[in-house]
Structure formats: C-alpha cells, structure tokens
C-alpha cells in the first residue's frame, strides 16, 4: 500500500538535509497496459464496466503515489495500451491516449512535461535556448541546450497513404537526442511542491510489437505521441538509457537499424556516469533462475515466444547489450510479475529488477511499482562495488541472485518495490457479501410472508395462501 512506502536508502549515505536534497527519485511504472477492445474481446456495457474499474483503480493508485511521495520522475517501462499495436482507428487511439494521460494518469496536472522531451530530430524544428545551472543537456558535452519543438503540422495517417508500401515507412530517426531536464536541487524542489514530475516513456510490445513483425504504423504514431524509443538522459550523476530491444530483436535491417547504431554509440562513448538501463523485454537468464521471495507466480520466466512477444531478450544479444552499454542496473517490464536477479558477465555484477503490473488486470493479483533513489555525490563513473573477482576466486554464473543484497547496499543507487491492494479479493469481498445481504433479505422476506400465512389460515382454513407450504416448512422444520 503507498502510504507505508518510503524512497529507499543504502546505509552509507550521507543523511544530512542538504544530502537529501540532492537525491533524485523516480517511480518506475510498468505495463499499466490499460484495459481496451483488444484486452478480452468485449463491447458494450461489459467493455465500459472493465475499463471503468481499471481506469479507477490506477487513477487512485497514481494520485497517492504522486501525492505522498512526490518522486522527480515517472518513467513507464512500455505497455501503456493493452491493444495499441492493433488500434489503427485513429479516432479509438486517441480516446484511449486521452485515458492514459488525462483519465488515469493526469498529465495536464502533474506531469512537468505534458509534451515528451526526448525527441528525434527528424520532422521537428529546433530553438536554440540559453543554457544555465538549472538544467543539464542530455549530451552530457554539449555547451549548449537545444529544445525540441513539434512544427504542428497535420499528420498523415499512414494506414490511409494507398501510395505508401509497409517497406516504405520510416520509422528510423536520430538517435542522438538533446533534451532539457531539470537538474538543479533547488529548482527540481519547486517543481515537486507544485505537484508536478517529469515523465520519460519506454515502448513496450503492446504499444508496436516484437522482431521481424513489429507494426511500423503504430511505432511511428508512438514515437509521435511519447518521443524517441532509444535515448540516454543525465539526472542525479547517472545516465539513464531508455534501448527499444522490440526494433533490436528484429533480423530487418530498416527494423534493427536505429537501436543498433544507437547501441554501437553508446559503446563507443564509454560510461561518464554510472548508466541504469531500461529495456522492456527482459535480459536473457537460465529458466531456472530464482526470481526472489516478492514474486507472486510460482512459474519463473520461461526462455519462449509467441506472435507479437518473446519473454526474453535472447542470450547473444544478451551478452552484446551488457559488454556494450556496462549498465550498473537494469529494470525491465513485460512479465507483470517481479523478478530480481543479477547478471554477471565482462568482470561486472549487474542486478536486473523486473518490475510488477500497475494494473490489477494482467495475470497477478497485487500489482506494484519500483521506486528508485540515486545520490552520487562523488559523481563516480562505475560503481566499485559492481566488479567482480577474477575467474577461480568465486566467479558467479551468468545469472544469479547470491550478490544482490550487497549490491544494494552499498552502491550509488537504491531501488525498492511498493505493492498496491489486492484489488480483486476486494471486489471478491464486495460480492459475497453482496450475495449474503441479498440472501439474507430473501429469507426476511419469505419469512414475513408464512407469519402472514399462518394467520390466515388460523382465521379461515379454507382461505389459500400465496406461499407454497414447502417454502414455510423449510423455515419451520417443526411445523407442517
């Protein structure tokens, strides 16, 4: 339940006011995946009843999440619309983008940036803006900040183009963004005070799909709606990196192209802080890998596929993110259950978090969310405690939990999941007793009705009675 969840804290952080000012917390929310037409194949009353319910569980959820602890960034980790991929309507789209932002997650009223700040810079105009301490570029080199600005011009709905081939649609675009982010303590404090955070959004597969038949449309109209799908962005002395693995997975060319290039970038770069990647679909571990004691499901997850999914990220691929990006951290979504592992490879220790649903309509039965707290005030690029041994002193496997703990003590950031109710024992609850109270007020008035009986048939024995003698019986064994 929020109200008994507080940002964590590793021991050997500097607890002083000034300290905590300088930390920077974000709430990581997965796969809200809100309930549509795709979701159970419902209409009418039915489908307005799921998404009434749904939409007003995490409407309350997210506004005590927001309201009591204040985080300096929401980043949803993909899967914002459960049937997003196959809405090409555009009219059914932006009614349940409207739900997203407005209904269920307010934007208008607390999002910073109601508009994403990670762009590509491909059908954009760009405004040159003076950059001061307030806030940092995402090009951690850059001297100056460039914001992005759409031109407002109307957007053709590719699925209507009869002259545009499925080959034909671009969906590849710059992956070096800039961004302006605030960053200063100070001003990051007045932004939470007025109940407002940043947002930063990841694809999931609902959102486009997976690999060779990811919907070029529906990654087009996305990244028009929540920006760019690979981008690295600095806050807290960390750098976070958003990978879309959906397009990476892909064997296409035109499909692969922009995560890829991307990748290579960030491998060449080197880390300038301590990175913490965010991908979707989970890295590669044995089937057989401990998940941790939060976990709801007693199945792990399984190294499998299907049309449109695949659990894993595979092992190749794997081992390429992790030697190229050398996260400190890793969250990932998609599974609707929580996981906790870490993955050791290249000398490193690296703990992957799968994070909980926040909907209570996706296979679990207590939905959660992550909250993350970074503080790095000796701005260090890697953290020291994330390397290992050599080979033959205590060499781990390639996926196991053994080092989490300690991990989680002592590095430059924190992370700690925070449940929300088991919203269907409620609703469970509401029923029996519904069907009891219901219950009840029949048998009331069954048995009003042979008191009646009895009466008139003590006056007149030949007068009938409405209430079958069976039904009185039953309520007086004694009598016949």
């Known amino acids: 339940m929020v109200h008994r969840c507080s940002w964590p804290e590793n021991a050997s952080w500097d607890k002083s006011d000034s300290a905590f000012k300088e930390r920077?917390?974000?709430?990581?929310?997965?796969?809200?995946?809100?309930?549509?037409?795709y979701s159970y194949k419902q209409t009418g009353i039915a489908l307005w009843l799921t998404e009434f319910y749904t939409d007003l569980f995490m409407r309350r959820s997210f506004r005590r999440l927001h309201n009591q602890l204040q985080p300096d960034a929401v980043l949803f980790l993909g899967d914002l619309m459960d049937g997003a991929?196959?809405?090409?309507?555009?009219?059914?789209?932006?009614?349940?983008?409207?739900?997203?932002?407005?209904?269920?997650?307010?934007?208008?009223?607390?999002?910073?940036?109601e508009l994403p700040v990670v762009m590509d810079k491909d059908g954009s105009e760009q405004e040159e803006v003076v950059n001061d301490d307030s806030w940092l570029c995402g090009d951690l080199g850059a001297q100056r900040v460039t914001s992005m600005k759409s031109q407002g011009k109307e957007q053709k709905h590719l699925e209507n183009d009869t002259t545009t081939t499925y080959d034909d649609i671009c969906i590849t675009g710059q992956f070096k963004q800039v961004t302006r982010i605030p960053a200063d303590s100070n001003r990051r404090q007045a932004i939470r005070a007025a109940g407002k955070s940043l947002r930063l959004y990841?694809?999931?597969?609902?959102?486009?799909?997976?690999?060779?038949?990811?919907?070029?449309?529906?990654?087009?109209?996305?990244?028009?709606?929540?920006?760019?799908?690979?981008?690295?962005?600095?806050?807290?002395?960390?750098?976070?990196?958003?990978?879309?693995?959906?397009?990476?997975?892909?064997?296409?060319?035109?499909?692969?192209?922009?995560?890829?290039?991307?990748?290579?970038?960030?491998?060449?770069?080197?880390?300038?802080?301590?990175?913490?990647?965010?991908?979707?679909?989970?890295?590669?571990r044995p089937e057989t890998t401990y998940c941790g004691d939060v976990r709801e499901a007693k199945q792990l997850i399984l190294d499998s596929y299907g049309e449109q999914y695949q659990n894993m990220v595979n092992a190749s691929l794997s081992r390429e993110i992790l030697r190229k990006?050398?996260?400190?951290?890793?969250?990932?979504?998609?599974?609707?259950?929580?996981?906790?592992?870490?993955?050791s490879a290249y000398g490193a220790i690296t703990p992957e978090v799968t994070v909980p649903t926040f909907s209570f309509?996706?296979?679990?039965?207590?939905?959660?969310?992550?909250?993350?707290?970074?503080?790095?005030?000796?701005?260090?690029?890697?953290n020291r405690e994330?390397?290992?041994?050599?080979?033959?002193?205590?060499?781990?496997?390639?996926?196991?939990?053994g080092g989490v703990k300690m991990i989680k003590d002592s590095s430059t950031f924190a992370y700690e999941a925070c449940m929300l109710p088991n919203q269907l024992s409620i609703y469970n609850g509401y029923i029996v007793l519904?069907?009891?109270?219901?219950?009840?007020?029949?048998?009331?008035?069954?048995n009003r009705s042979c008191k009646s009986c009895e009466k008139v048939r003590l006056a007149d024995p030949l007068e009938r009675c409405s209430v079958p003698t069976l039904a009185c019986t039953s309520m007086h064994p004694n009598k016949t």
């Open 202 to 284: 990841v694809a999931g597969n609902h959102d486009y799909g997976f690999g060779d038949t990811l919907v070029r449309e529906a990654m087009v109209r996305y990244k028009r709606e929540f920006g760019s799908v690979n981008y690295e962005v600095h806050v807290g002395n960390h750098t976070l990196v958003v990978l879309d693995t959906l397009a990476l997975s892909s064997s296409i060319p035109s499909i692969r192209e922009e995560s890829q290039e991307f990748l290579s970038k960030i491998g060449r770069e080197g880390p300038l802080a301590p990175r913490i990647l965010f991908t979707h679909v989970p890295l590669h």
């Open 325 to 343: 990006i050398q996260p400190d951290m890793i969250f990932s979504g998609d599974d609707h259950d929580w996981c906790e592992i870490a993955h």
């Open 386 to 401: 994330l390397v290992l041994p050599t080979p033959g002193q205590g060499f781990p496997p390639p996926s196991w939990t």
């Open 85 to 113: 991929r196959d809405t090409m309507d555009p009219k059914l789209f932006a009614k349940n983008r409207d739900r997203f932002m407005e209904t269920v997650f307010d934007s208008k009223n607390t999002a910073w940036n």
């Open 24 to 37: 920077y917390r974000i709430a990581i929310v997965s796969d809200p995946q809100l309930t549509d037409w």
């Open 361 to 382: 309509a996706q296979g679990i039965r207590q939905p959660g969310f992550v909250m993350l707290s970074l503080y790095n005030p000796e701005e260090l690029v890697r």
């Open 434 to 446: 519904l069907a009891r109270s219901d219950s009840s007020h029949v048998g009331q008035e069954a």
